[in-house]
């Protein structure tokens, strides 16, 4: 008597086909994601946390393909999210704990400057959005291209200027590694996406 397979197996059994037959109607698919992911590991080279980038953006291939704008959009939305969640953790971290007053203007400068530079980010992303619209000169495509340059480097120097506050013994080592792990972590996403901007900015004002 031959021995019954299981359920899942059968079921397994009916879908292999199914797998198989997509993947040979859709031979392109994969072929543009490998070309899609192969553009933003070569655009990463170009930043200061090539393995970081990859890690940011890989996620996105399929809306990025190949498009330099779509890549420095996405590179600036990712820091957007990045710096909002660590700029809250920042915040709850002070208010979950007694800070003497030292450590409490420390965290407080920090959420400030974290949220100053949440504001150039988001004036960013507005301001890349414009960017390459039909109907626009480039004389004003490469002044909103400068702006955007600018805000995200104001960015990275508020966050800069947080991890500053932190020197010296302003505050106890756990809480302190915590907020500065959280904050190296944005900046150098931050520094990432400054990098592709200026990336995309460079070949076209040549």
């Known amino acids: 008597m031959e021995p019954k397979l299981p359920h899942l197996c059968y079921c ?19 072929a543009n994601h490998r070309k899609s992911i192969n553009f ?16 940011c953006l890989a996620a996105f291939a399929s809306k990025i393909r190949r498009n330099e704008n779509r890549l420095a959009q ?22 979950a704990r007694k800070a003497k007053r030292r450590e409490y203007l420390a965290v407080k400068d920090c959420v400030e400057n974290l949220g100053d530079g949440l504001t150039m980010l988001a004036q960013s992303m507005r301001e890349m959005k414009q960017v390459c619209r039909s109907g626009c000169g480039r004389d004003e495509f490469l002044w909103r291209l400068s702006n955007v340059e600018t805000w995200v480097s104001a960015a990275l120097t508020d966050e800069t200027t947080c991890l500053d506050g932190f020197d ?14 959280r904050v190296v972590h944005v900046a150098r996403v931050t520094s990432n996406a400054l990098a592709l901007v200026n990336r995309f900015a460079s070949r076209h004002k040549s």
């Not at 933003?40 to 890690?55: A, E, G, Q």
């Not at 010296?168 to 792990?181: C, P, S, T, Y």
Request: aromatic fraction near 6%; charged fraction near 15%; proline fraction near 4%.
């Open 168 to 181: 010296g013994k302003v505050m106890d080592g756990v809480v302190k590694m915590a907020i500065r792990r």
């Open 12 to 30: 397994l059994l009916l879908f292999l086909p199914l797998l198989f037959q997509s993947a040979i109607a859709n031979p392109s698919s994969s």
């Open 74 to 95: 996405t590179a600036l939305a990712v820091t957007l999210v990045r710096v909002r969640s660590t700029t809250a953790y920042v915040a709850k971290l002070t208010k």
């Open 40 to 55: 933003i590991v070569s655009s990463c080279r170009t930043t200061r946390y090539p393995t970081l980038c990859i890690k």
